[in-house]
Structures are given as C-alpha cells and as structure tokens.
Nanobody
Framework: QVQLVESGGGLVQTGGSLRLSCAAS????????MGWHRQPPGKQRELVAV???????NFAESVSGRFNISRDNAKNMVYLQMNSLKPEDTAVYYC???????????????WGQGTQVTVSS
C-alpha cells in the first residue's frame, strides 16, 4: 500500500507564492519520478512539473520560470514552489509518483488526493 499526501494549498492573491508539499509513504522500494499535475475547473488534468530520479526536471510551458520542483529523497517528498501566481493557476493540484513496491513488480503510478489552489485577481 502506498499513500501520497499533499499539503500547502490555499487562497492567494495574484502575484503571490505558495509551496506545496507531498509525502509518499508505505511499501516503497524505489521511486523513479515524482511530480505534480493540476486540474483547473472544467478542464482536463495537465502536467505541471516532474522530477525524475537522477536529477532531470520538466515543466509545463505555462509555469516555466515561475514554478520550481524539488525533492527530498531521504523523506520521499516532493515540493512545488509556485511564485508569481496568476488566476489561471487556480486548480486542484495532484501529487504523483512512479515507483516500485518491490524488486519483482513493474513500476506504476500513484496519485494523491489533491489540494486546492485558488488565485484571486
């Protein structure tokens, strides 16, 4: 059993900052990637940022230069620092991880329950 728990969402004004945190726990053998997706109201879920074990990161063009992703591998945590927030960043933000629960299974994706981020204009 694997759990991903997000925290840090909330209401912020345009131009403000928020930091989201996500902790992965449970039966984790190896994590290959951790990242964040978001689902704006009435829209599909979209990738925000991903951090691949080994160091590479990737960002959606809409957040590049404003958001940063970081990890604490010892704690199985991933963070999303969001700066210069805009109303269009309003969404439910989901943490996700690609990991193995043992050496004998295929890696698969896991999702958190989501945290609401609202940016007021």
């Amino acid at each position: 059993q694997v759990q991903l728990v997000e925290s840090g969402g909330g209401l912020v004004q345009t131009g403000g900052s928020l930091r989201l945190s996500c902790a992965a726990s449970g039966n984790i053998f190896e994590i290959y990637a951790m990242g964040w997706h978001r689902q704006p109201p009435g829209k599909q879920r979209e990738l925000v940022a991903v951090s691949v074990s080994g160091g590479s990161t990737n960002f959606a063009e809409s957040v590049s230069g404003r958001f940063n992703i970081s990890r604490d591998n010892a704690k199985n945590m991933v963070y999303l620092q969001m700066n210069s927030l805009k109303p269009e960043d309003t969404a439910v933000y989901y943490c996700n991880a690609v990991l193995k629960t043992s050496a004998f299974v295929t890696a698969r994706g896991y999702w958190g329950q989501g945290t609401q981020v609202t940016v007021s204009s």
